[in-house]
């Protein structure tokens, strides 16, 4: 997901995704070290995802005080 993307989504809808995000990357892990992924580059692209949520979500917060 872009950043471009990110900005579009409101901020209680954000927070929802980063939430179900984490969840779905804890999982995407745990499969992993039982059985390889068959692209284990997901796993970078979605932690590299949440981070870029995180971020945006940081700098509405500091821009609303």
């Known amino acids: 997901m872009k ?3 990110i ?3 409101a901020t209680n809808d954000l ?3 980063i ?3 984490e969840v779905n990357y ?4 745990l499969n992993h070290s039982i059985s390889p992924l068959e ?3 997901k796993i970078k692209q979605l932690r590299r995802t949440i ?3 995180k971020t945006e979500l940081r700098q ?3 821009n609303n005080k």
Do not use: D, G, K, S
Not at 26 to 29: D, G, S
């Open 51 to 53: 981070a870029r949520m």
């Open 19 to 21: 939430e179900a995000e």
């Open 60 to 62: 509405r917060e500091l």
């Open 15 to 17: 927070v929802e995704r």
């Open 3 to 5: 950043i471009a993307e």
């Open 7 to 9: 900005r579009e989504i």
């Open 26 to 29: 804890n999982q995407l892990v």
């Open 39 to 41: 692209n284990p580059a």
